[in-house]
């Protein structure tokens, strides 16, 4: 997959964040540590991980961008493209898989219009994408909603869940 | 006790005491709880002392190895003049693994404890806790605890007036099965793509930043303050079947019971009394089909093998699985076996972290296979391609992914031939279908 490139981009590190990353510093005895701590830093900021912002990040830690790019590129929690304002993970491993976990996917797909699996729907709201256990495996279906942990969730429940995140 | 549900008479609560009980989660609620005297004593023993203690306990790794956690320690150097680093793994992602998040998001402190008294004991003064990035709530919590500790005075330059320093580092992992194997802990953590490295050197030897470095499991690491505080021979004497499995496990149990959740149990436990007495056993008019007892990386077990089987290392080994991590997977009748161990080859084909071929190419393949067989249009010579490609990715690579991929492929083949055949066209295989 292409990384998105940004027409105009602004530095993330700058001021109180390049604070706080610098603060991190002091708990390990070398620069790279600091670059999953950097990158989560830049998709809270901004919500994905430009090229130009492993460019940046890279500098600011004295490494290359392509070996910045290779370490992004290896987790799946990264975002190397914009996605919807909420981005929903739904578990379909064969513990959530068993119990129904690929209906309430379906019912996902269907009811916040994105229709397929990393797509994201028109009005910029939601991108859904299925992942690999989420750890909650007696609390089918789970998924996590941005930063929030939903367990639980049934065909039935996905509208009431929705419309918690306009 | 068996969260989310209340305590069992079959259980028995030690790290599960205070799971649901959020006046745990503060400093102040976990030494009311009688949390930070096991510190306080191990501030006054030696490290060989502690070892000692551990070693007698019996403790064994409980992330899934079941490695005796006092001789992990042992291993590691005494005066080299390196720093030292404990790295706890919190990166809990084996399917059907769910036990590690209660103690992270109901008991901290208890982890934070158990973090450094096994620092004090391998000489470490850091200790890195790394958790999965999908654990946003166990990571808030964690931090919050953490945090407390500085400020009360348990963790950082003095701790408890002791003139002894000891950190804490919480490290968010960003989505990667493969981290929770230690060499790929270390080199995620080090910013690295987290490839599991090649073994000698041990961790003990050259780990994390290239110094000394011992890995645990949360759960064997909150059981450690227990340890000290009641004794090693209390703890040795939890012990249902067999000497060598001695302490209580936490069991996540999901899947087709009528009361999934986390559960505690004395080592040696009938499994039956577990999946039937603790759990509920079945949903109404259904029947067992197959348990995975330890996590999606061990092989299958049959309602027989569930049966005659003790829950310990060696109890779970003689009926033809592993105890693991103790994340067990309950599947009645309804289940479609063949379509499970595809996503479960799935699962591993999308978390290979592609450095070794036989891994990254079997993976995939055997997916593939699979995926096949299910849309009708499987080959005689199919099961037997698949058993070949699981012997080639059996003990052929840098980790055991590979491994983990190949045991619910040959023990599904072995134990439900039928299920499989059904899915061969009748012509290929009209002895084995039982259709």
Known sequence: MTPHVESSYHPVFVGAVRDRLEALQGRYPTRMALLLPALWMVQEERGWVSIDAMREVAELLGLTPAYVQGVVTFYTMYHIHPVGRHFIQACTTSPCNICGAEDVVRALLEQTGCGELGATSADGRFTVIEVECLGACGFPTPMLINNDFVESVSPDGVPALLARYP | ?435
């Open chain 2, 1 to 435: 006790m068996g969260f989310p549900h209340p305590i069992h008479p079959k259980e028995t609560a030690v790290l599960s005491s205070h799971f649901g009980d959020s006046a745990a989660r503060t400093f102040r609620g976990w030494t009311e709880r009688g949390g930070y005297q096991a510190l306080r004593q191990a501030l006054t023993m030696t490290p060989e002392q502690i070892i000692d203690e551990v070693k007698a306990s019996g403790l064994r790794g409980r992330g899934g190895a079941g490695f005796p956690t006092g001789l992990k320690w042992s291993f590691m150097p005494k005066e080299d003049g390196k720093p030292h680093y404990l790295c706890c793994n919190a990166d809990e992602s084996e399917p059907g693994t769910f036990k590690d998040r209660e103690i992270l998001r109901w008991t901290p402190h208890a982890l934070i404890e158990g973090c450094v008294i096994a620092a004090l004991a391998i000489r470490a003064e850091v200790s890195y806790i790394y958790i999965r990035g999908e654990y946003t709530d166990p990571y808030t919590v964690l931090q919050a605890a953490v945090d407390e500790a500085y400020a009360e005075g348990a963790l950082g330059a003095n701790v408890f007036g002791s003139g002894k320093r000891l950190e804490v580092v919480v490290h968010r992992g960003a989505g990667a099965y493969i981290c929770g194997e230690e060499t790929a802990l270390m080199n995620s953590l080090e910013g690295r793509r987290g490839n599991p490295r090649i073994k000698p050197p041990f961790p003990a030897v050259a780990g994390l930043f290239g110094m000394p470095t011992t890995i645990n499991n949360v759960e064997t690491l909150a059981a450690v303050p227990h340890i000290l505080t009641r004794g090693a021979a209390w703890y040795a004497g939890l012990c249902l079947s067999n000497p060598k499995s001695t302490g209580t496990k936490l069991i996540s149990v999901c899947g087709h019971v009528q009361r999934p959740g986390t559960y505690e149990i004395t080592l040696g436990l009938p499994m039956r009394e577990l999946i039937y007495d603790i759990c509920g056993g079945m949903r109404p008019g259904r029947t067992l089909k197959a348990v995975i007892p330890g996590g999606s990386s061990v092989p299958i077990m049959t309602p027989e093998e569930v049966d005659a089987c003790a829950t310990d290392y060696e109890g779970v080994a003689a009926c033809g699985s592993l105890l693991g991590s103790g994340g067990m997977i309950v599947m009645d009748d309804s289940t479609d076996l063949v379509y499970q161990v595809m996503r479960l080859a799935r699962f591993y084909a999308h978390e290979s972290c592609a450095q070794c071929t036989n891994c990254r190419e079997g993976t995939a393949w055997t997916t593939r296979i699979l995926e096949r067989i299910l849309r009708g249009e499987g080959k005689e010579s199919d099961l037997a391609l698949l058993l070949d490609l699981a012997d080639n990715m059996t003990g052929k690579t840098i980790c055991v992914l590979s491994d983990s991929c190949a045991a619910p492929v040959v023990s599904g083949i072995h134990k439900f031939r039928p299920d499989f055949d059904a899915y061969l066209p009748r012509s290929v295989a009209p002895a084995m279908s039982g259709s």
